[in-house]
């Protein structure tokens, strides 16, 4: 059968996408009379698009849809293709190549045969339950991972309870036990203490409920997964970049929270780097402490101690995160663009820092993987299903199943390429205190007539494996 298909005004990506999965439609409505579109929506909401970078500006999506039945009611139709074609839309991607991986593309309905299937409201293509409690939502970072967390649980038809501690323990326990008197399926847990945050977990898995430990560690208690960044790994950037730009002289080392496991990590990978040339001699560690609940106050207290104990003679802070290298640039005043400040999660504040010189470094750590890998991993355990976890971190009783993103570390040569490209930022907003004329220049893409050959030459490659033809 022949389709033929207008693309000369599709102007996204994800249109030709969606014209495609129509074309397919056609052909397979015309083969079956099969029985409920309604299942194959939860087919279109588990699109697993995975981004590979091609070039600095172009990625190549392998998107993989997986519908189990077709209504031939056109209401129905209609009504699938509209929620498509806004999930689609939500990938808000430049023009890209894309090849479809169609397996399967419309089966007939199959028979479940697994009497040990869920069979509760969190089976297949039933809502599930998610409690999220959070330590806080005081830096910039987590009101991302919050509005991150929350899109993508809508995107899945799953029901979601946000509760924000504001660094009170005893608040988060009992936040998290009135969740599972509420009945949620499933808690993500980002602890405000990684040790007591252990009752939290007992808790849970004495009503049968899996935990997933949120960015940072709960220790000693049986938790299901872990999703992080490489935080050891983050540490050592910090101080890989402060002593590749100040490989002698005195340093200031400021922590986070000691509650935090995530401190005590970062400040392992900094010393993993500091140490041999502490050792060596190269550089004098004249203060090293940890600021309370990560304040920036705290950070300004002790930057404004060293400055005072050596007379304004340092070299590098060692910062641990963008709200304590805010303290620290705050003591140093003028001295600021003298001194190399780290810092960590690229806040929009740190990034102004970083482009008028007043800060170094930071390090810039996607959320939108690390929330969305949590939200779909809270569903897989919610359902029994397996999940793919393929690193390990020991949290002093088990080695945890992990998924780790990997961090990226941001100055002012690589600000435009980073979190301005991904969306992070605006240019405008990273660059409004710098004269315009000295902003980075945007880099256009432009689609020549070669490239969008090759573009449908893959959809084609692609396409005929599965007996579709598109006629152009």
């Known amino acids: 059968m022949l389709i033929f298909a207008k693309f000369d005004r599709l102007e996204t990506s994800t249109e030709v996408l969606v014209c495609l999965c129509r074309a ?22 588990k699109l697993n698009a995975r981004a590979l970078g091609v070039t600095s500006f172009a990625r190549l999506f392998s998107a993989r849809f997986s519908l189990s039945s077709v209504d031939m009611n056109p209401s129905n139709v209609k009504e699938g293709m509209t929620n498509f074609m806004q999930l689609a839309r939500q990938l808000s991607i430049p023009l890209i190549a894309i090849t479809l991986s169609i397996a399967g593309c419309v089966s007939a309905p199959q028979q479940n045969t697994n009497e040990n299937a869920p069979r509760s409201n969190t089976g297949a293509g039933g809502k599930v339950r998610i409690g999220f409690s959070m330590d806080t939502l005081k830096e910039e970072r987590w009101q991302r991972d919050k509005q991150l967390v929350e899109a993508r649980a809508r995107e899945l038809g799953a029901d979601l309870d946000v509760q924000v501690a504001n660094g009170d323990d005893a ?61 050891e790994k983050i540490g050592e950037m910090q101080a890989r970049y402060a002593l590749e730009h100040a490989p002698r002289g005195n340093y200031v080392l400021i922590g986070g929270s000691q509650t935090d496991n995530n401190a ?35 950070a300004l207290r002790i930057t404004e101690d060293a400055v005072t104990k050596t007379g304004g003679d340092i070299q590098a802070v060692v910062a641990s995160n963008d709200g304590t290298a805010g303290g ?29 010189g007043r800060q170094s470094m930071t390090i810039y750590k996607p959320i939108t993987p690390l929330a969305y890998s949590a939200v779909e991993s809270a569903i897989k355990l919610a359902r029994g299903e397996k999940l793919e976890a393929p690193d390990r971190i020991n949290n002093g009783k088990i080695d945890v199943p992990s998924i780790l993103q990997e961090p990226i ?34 880099t256009a893409q432009v689609r020549t007539p070669e490239a969008g050959n090759n573009f449908m030459l893959a959809l084609l490659f692609s396409l005929r494996q599965h007996d579709l033809l598109l006629a152009f």
């Open 328 to 356: 620290a640039v705050q003591a140093l005043g003028d001295r600021a663009k003298n001194v190399i400040v780290t810092g960590q999660d690229a806040q929009l504040d740190a990034m102004q820092r970083i482009v008028e």
């Open 24 to 45: 397919r439609f056609r052909i397979e409505l015309r083969k079956r009379k099969l029985k409920s579109f309604s299942q194959d929506l939860q087919s279109w909401r």
């Open 264 to 298: 005590i990590l970062l400040r392992k990978g900094q010393m993993n780097v500091l140490q041999p040339a502490i050792d060596r001699g190269d550089i004098k560690v004249i203060s090293n402490q940890f600021a309370k609940e990560w304040r920036a106050d705290e």
């Open 409 to 442: 570390t941001v100055d002012k040569n690589n600000v435009a390429q980073t979190v301005i490209k991904d969306g992070y930022h605006k240019m405008e907003d990273v660059y409004k205190n710098v004269p315009r004329e000295q902003w980075p220049q945007a």
């Open 171 to 231: 608040r988060q326990i009992s936040q998290c036990d009135s969740m599972l008197t509420r009945g949620v399926d499933v808690l993500i847990v980002a602890p405000h203490n990684g040790e007591i945050a252990r009752s939290i977990v007992e808790k849970a898995h004495q009503q049968r409920v899996p935990v997933i430990s949120y960015d940072r560690l709960i220790k000693n208690a049986d938790v299901d997964l872990y999703v992080s960044h490489q935080v």
